[in-house]
């Protein structure tokens, strides 16, 4: 928790992007904006509770609904689970597609302009098809970028003690993390949910990722969103620009988002709503 921060009021331009999980009970998505330098701001993490295999259930329109009102530019969901439902959500949307993550350090982050391209006059012909992401790849850009230090320093007067200036050095793919309860000790936890780990086979040694435990959504859905960042820098319809504040939640929703980020997957599929938040 050493690592939440409160943003300062002059942020700088930006590209807001997210990257959404689907689960049976829910969809959880994280939105970062991100600097043209790969310095990011982690802005928020949201659980939907509902049920995302019936295609009309309120969680589609309510996910909807919830990304409109952060202002994101582009963003991607993960297709793994549930891929028809999540195709039929993303058709049409110019500012969503869907992802697949394929295992294998042979695979890259993303795939080259050039098969991403073939692929973008395929998808007008024939509906959607998901981008897809080398996983192993996509957790070590996390890892990396989670190990990096802030530069960020204070000035601070020598009589009273008080901040009296905030001094910000460029740091490249550091990310910041809102001061907000969402960002809390589950959050990170599941952030660093797996660990690389030396193997051998044949005499040669090779690494390979092990889960340190059962829950890794937030690793995931910050994956998503730093490949969509790479997806959405070569959009021509997408700039970056100064980006409106995210609201705080208000402490009802706070509690139950709480309560569900601790929940596991045995918890059965509800049709129970998270209380909207006050606007």
Known sequence: LSRLETFPDDMPPVMRLFGA????????????????????????????????????????SELEEELK????????????????????????????????????????????????????????????KPEILG?????????????????????????????????????????HFRNDPCFDTEYFAQLTAEALVPKKRKGREYFEWFATRARNETQDCMGYAAAAYEIAKNMKNIQYTQKPPINELGEADREDKQKLLKQ????????????????
């Open 21 to 60: 999980d689907v689960q049976k009970n829910r969809i959880e998505f994280t939105v970062i904006d991100f600097e043209e330098s790969t310095e990011s701001w982690a802005q928020e993490h949201i659980i939907i509770e509902g049920d995302p295999s019936e295609e009309d259930d309120p969680i589609w």
């Open 69 to 128: 009102a952060r202002h994101v530019d582009f963003g991607l969901i993960d297709s793994s689970y549930l891929a028809k439902q999540v195709y039929t959500f993303c058709e049409g949307k110019k500012w969503i597609r869907p992802c697949q993550g394929k295992e294998g350090w042979s695979r890259p982050f993303i795939e080259d302009e050039k098969t991403r391209r073939k692929k973008l006059r395929s998808r007008s012909r024939y509906g959607v």
């Open 135 to 175: 996983v192993d790849t996509a957790k070590l850009v996390v890892h990396k970028r989670l190990e990096k230090s802030n530069t960020t320093t204070f000035d601070i007067d020598e009589k009273t003690g008080e901040v009296i200036g905030v001094i910000r050095e460029p740091n490249p793919g550091f990310i």
């Open 264 to 279: 596991t997957d045995q918890t059965p599929p509800t049709k129970t709503r998270r209380r909207r938040r006050t606007r």
